[in-house]
């Protein structure tokens, strides 16, 4: 057995750390764990669940603030959000609107198959001229954040009876200034179904980034 020797001429033995460090199957050993865990540790885990279909969203094909067509088919195969909103809305809408532009720097990275939709119920005033100040003004990406109109029986028809944002009173269907009012971001998926619905706060949003990316996701492995 090895001795160490100390300064005063005395030695040693080695303690029982010391050996299992100086022992080529200890490092193997060790090595093969820490590979292992995760991998181990991931076969365990399990996926959460399926989000609900909530209902499917309608046809519809409007315009963006550019004057383009855009609609259902421009979306389809993204998972997206559906914010309803008006350009001359303030109070709640300001803060509506400030958290969805914290939604599209969030989603920065997978802007190939993620979308934002700013609906205007008011389409006569939220002309393409005047979305294109207000996408401007909140430094809106094209690439990810659309700001659409279309004609208002059509709009009104999409809003109120395709969407179906949850009454929070549960007394009757709302009506499109409501559905403002009540604070909602909407969640659909890549074959245009509603898969949540989410209030414009702090909780909200970070279960709609979760649930947002679950779809991404499960899609990107399918």
Not at 2 to 19: Q, Y
Not at 20 to 39: Q, R
Not at 76 to 93: A, N
Request: charged residues 20%; hydrophobic residues 40%; aromatic residues 8%.
């Amino acid at each position: 057995m090895e001795v160490a020797a100390t300064t005063t001429g005395h030695v040693r033995n080695s303690t029982f750390v010391e050996k299992m460090v100086l022992n080529k199957w200890f490092w193997i050993v060790a090595s093969t764990f820490l590979f292992a865990y995760p991998l181990l540790k991931s076969i365990g885990r399990r996926l959460p669940n399926e989000l609900p279909v909530l209902t499917t969203v309608p046809y519809y094909s409007f315009y963006d603030e550019s004057g383009q067509t855009f609609g259902s088919s421009e979306l389809k195969g993204k998972v997206y959000l559906i914010h309803v909103m008006s350009t001359d809305c303030t109070g709640i809408c300001d803060l509506s609107f400030k958290e969805v532009q914290r939604v599209q720097h969030r989603i920065r990275g997978v802007v190939d198959r993620a979308a934002i939709v700013s609906l205007t119920v008011k389409p006569e005033q939220d002309t393409s001229a005047v979305l294109t100040v207000k996408a401007r003004e909140l430094k809106a990406n094209p690439n990810v954040w659309r700001f659409v109109s279309g004609p208002a029986s059509e709009t009104e028809a999409l809003i109120v009876n395709g969407l179906k944002v949850p009454n929070q009173l549960g007394k009757r269907t709302l009506t499109m200034d409501e559905v403002i009012q009540s604070n909602h971001l909407v969640l659909v998926d890549q074959q245009g179904r509603v898969r949540g619905y989410y209030p414009i706060v702090k909780d909200g949003i970070n279960k709609l980034m979760i649930d947002m990316g679950l779809l991404i996701n499960r899609k990107s492995q399918s």
